[in-house]
């Protein structure tokens, strides 16, 4: 168990819909990213909070979007749902900076149908 | 062309055999390299982490990163049924403030008993 949790597990829903994923990060990690997996592209990052701010971002689409709030938890927001959204996204803790180890929830499996 | 190159595989092994992963890379800011490891449906975890260029051994496993080719390996001996999983290269750029990790492709491992 890496300390990291995600809900909800799997979501199923259709095209043009808007869902919103949790992450709840390790206890005393300030940092939270998130990443989208899927088959053809592998793990790509798509944005980094630090201490409720944005830190960095990466390939994230203008339909999604996410924040960090003052208990340090996450929510990745995901609108105007297409077909291609379909994919594994996973939450990511750690310390920040450069040294430091991400540690990766179990993921939530999106289907967009 | 990607910034991180991996090789999806899969790759099966017997077990006992000595397996090597490889990944090469375009950027020459990356300093923190790290290995992954992920099992079916759940999130990466990490496995070994190295700075600059080098070996570090950890157990079965062997970490090489070689800066001036931009080429990392890991090596695994004595493979075993449990190391079967998909192994995911990462790296990070010292003054990347954001501490966002690039992930390669990913490798699918099996080790037939």
């Known amino acids: 168990d890496s300390g990291v949790t995600q809900t909800p597990k799997h979501l199923i829903t259709a095209t043009g819909q808007r869902v919103t994923l949790r992450c709840s990060p390790r206890?005393?990690?300030?940092?939270v990213y998130w990443y989208q997996q899927s088959l053809d592209q592998g793990l790509q990052f798509l944005i980094q909070?630090?201490?409720?701010?944005?830190?960095a971002k990466g390939n994230i689409l203008e339909r999604f979007s996410a924040q960090q709030f003052p208990d340090l938890h996450s929510e990745l927001n995901l609108s105007s749902l297409e077909l291609g959204d379909s994919a594994l996204y996973f939450c990511a803790s750690g310390q920040g900076g450069n040294t430091g180890e991400l540690f990766f929830g179990e993921g939530s499996r999106l289907t967009v149908l | 062309q990607k910034e991180v190159e991996q090789d999806p595989g899969p790759l099966s092994v017997p077990e006992g055999a000595i397996v090597s992963l490889n990944c090469t890379y375009s950027?020459?800011?990356?300093?923190?390299f790290m290995w992954y490891r992920q099992y079916s449906r759940k999130g990466p975890e990490l496995l070994m982490y190295t700075y600059s260029s080098g070996n570090k051994e950890d157990g079965r496993f062997t970490a090489q990163v070689d800066k001036s080719s931009k080429y990392i390996s890991l090596f695994i001996r004595d493979s075993q049924p449990s190391d079967s999983a998909t192994y995911l290269c990462?790296?990070?750029?010292?003054?990347?403030?954001?501490?966002?990790?690039?992930f390669g492709q990913g490798t699918e491992l099996s080790v037939k008993p």
């Open positions: 990462a790296m990070r750029e010292v003054y990347n403030q954001g501490g966002k990790l690039i």
């Open positions: 909070y630090y201490n409720g701010e944005e830190r």
């Open positions: 206890s005393g990690d300030l940092s």
């Open positions: 950027n020459s800011a990356f300093q923190y």
